[in-house]
């Protein structure tokens, strides 16, 4: 028996290429692409010999050129406004978990909410090797989303737009603003104040608008007044935290300014966990007792909410599911590009804790 030829020892110190592992394993470069790129139709000998060389020497594919071969990446990219948001990092770690189970690796990309990073989106990168995105966009609208759209597969996350051209995952914000509403109600509140208005014009301002129309919803449905002067408007977030308007620090600005006022409210229904977070806070300072002076109601149930003092009651999206509709609808437009696209509701629950005991 011949020895076996060893690879070119030129390109000892550059990365194994198709022919190097050829050379370990006895065989064609071209059995060795096709064992890398799932052929079904070679034998087990010779898949079990060029998967030990490929694991012998290291080797690891080229994205572009099994791209070119299957016109499939194998990533997916993931754009958010910003990372640092315990929410967009919980559903994060959900969309790379559930992509691995297609064998695809995720790329997570931060817009920070500004107008041209999000046109990059919208316009599929370009320069990104991605098979698909999925995108919470937070500062663009429909009509520039739509004079932007390029041709990569996208799948629209949030209530900022709807495109009936456009595959989406969404959580009914009234709906669940309403049910984290109606939780004070029956808690025994009767005047309820909404944290998280933003300005008219600014980015984040959809979805805050449905919350409140679900906070409104619920007051009406129970008799009660709504008052615009507790409707409490949030900073822009460029002018004053770099981690967007529903910050902590927002919420305990807000809320010291709204405690001289306690006397004429007994809720408060904030629009995310840290914006209520930040109440807890300004709340304690103060000396103010939660829930027996005024409940406290938040949304996200991000990982501190368990652990605040006293521990918050908030709306609950079910990001494991999120995240599994979002990226099969994302492989499904991949598959069949000229499918109905669709909008798809994912769930949420009420969880209730301290903040919001019945009185």
Not at 93 to 119: M, Q, S
Not at 138 to 165: H, I, N, Q, Y
Not at 249 to 258: C, N, P, Q
Request: with cysteine.
């Amino acid at each position: 028996m011949e020895p076996r030829p060893e690879p070119n020892p030129s390109k000892k110190s550059a990365p194994p290429t198709l022919k190097d592992v050829a050379a370990v394993a006895g065989v064609s470069y071209r059995t060795v692409s096709n064992v890398v790129n799932g052929h079904k139709y070679i034998s087990d000998s010779t898949r079990t010999k060029v998967e030990a060389a490929i694991r012998e020497l290291g080797y690891r594919p080229q994205l572009a050129g099994r791209q070119l071969r299957s016109g499939r990446s194998k990533l997916l990219t993931f754009s958010v406004p910003f990372i640092s948001h315990p929410y967009f990092a919980q559903l994060a770690h959900a969309v790379v978990t559930e992509a691995e189970k297609f064998e695809y690796d995720v790329v997570i990309d931060e817009t920070r909410g500004l107008l041209e990073r999000e046109l990059r989106v919208a316009a599929g990168f370009r320069t990104i090797l991605t098979d698909g995105i999925l995108f919470s966009p937070l500062s663009m609208d429909l009509a520039r989303f739509e004079a932007e759209r390029g041709d990569t597969p996208l799948v629209l996350l949030g209530e900022r737009f709807r495109s009936a051209e456009i595959d989406s995952v969404v959580v009914d914000n009234v709906r669940s603003s309403n049910d984290a509403t109606s939780c004070l109600i029956e808690a025994g509140r009767r005047r309820l104040a909404f944290l998280g208005k933003v300005p008219a014009g600014t980015i984040g301002a959809a979805p805050a608008d449905l919350r409140i129309r679900g906070f409104t919803q619920a007051l009406e449905a129970h008799g009660l007044t709504v008052d615009p002067a507790y409707i409490i408007e949030v900073s822009r977030w460029d002018q004053v935290h770099p981690d967007g308007d529903y910050s902590r620090e927002e919420g305990y600005e807000r809320t010291k300014e709204l405690i001289p006022h306690l006397a004429e409210i007994d809720g408060l229904v904030c629009a995310n966990d840290l914006l209520a977070i930040g109440a807890l806070r300004a709340f304690r300072e103060a000396g103010i007792a939660v829930p027996a002076q005024i409940a406290v109601v938040g949304w996200d149930n991000t990982a501190e909410a368990a652990y605040a003092a006293p521990s918050l009651t908030t709306i609950a999206p079910d990001l494991k599911e999120i995240a599994r509709l979002a990226v099969l609808a994302l492989l499904q437009r991949l598959d069949d590009p000229d499918a109905p696209p669709k909008t798809h509701a994912a769930p949420y629950s009420l969880v209730r804790r301290e903040s919001t005991a019945i009185i």
